[in-house]
């Protein structure tokens, strides 16, 4: 079974910054492409950056040059730095990991974070 523990998320005032975290921990063989997703009251869930294991990274453009997506391969852990937050960028973040459960296995399986409340308001 695998979990993911996030972690980091709060009230913050416009401008400030924020980081969140998860942790994938269980028996598994490795993490491979990590992301972060966003969603707000009334919205569909959206993919705010995601990450590959050897560290290509994508962003949705509202956040390009304020957020930063990171991993340690080492840890299992996925982190975002969220810079000059927005009112806009309130919402409940999530985690997801696609896992490869066994070195032989062909396939992945998606995991998702319990959800982690970023407020911005001041």
């Known amino acids: 079974q695998v979990q993911l523990v996030e972690s980091g998320g709060g009230l913050v005032q416009p401008g400030g910054p924020l980081r969140l975290s998860c942790a994938a921990s269980?028996?598994?063989?490795?993490?491979?492409?990590m992301a972060w997703y966003r969603q707000a009251p009334g919205k569909q869930r959206e993919l705010v950056a995601k990450?590959?294991?050897?560290?290509?990274?994508n962003y949705t453009d509202s956040v390009k040059g304020r957020f930063t997506i990171s991993r340690d391969n080492t840890k299992n852990t996925l982190y975002l730095q969220m810079n000059a937050l927005k009112p806009e960028d309130a919402a409940v973040y999530y985690c997801?990991?696609?896992?490869?459960?066994?070195?032989?296995?062909?396939?992945?399986?998606?995991?998702w974070g319990q959800g982690t409340q970023v407020t911005v308001s001041s």
């Open positions: 990450i590959t294991r050897g560290g290509n990274t």
């Open positions: 269980g028996n598994f063989f490795r993490a491979n492409t």
């Open positions: 997801n990991v696609e896992i490869q459960q066994y070195y032989s296995d062909s396939f992945q399986t998606q995991y």
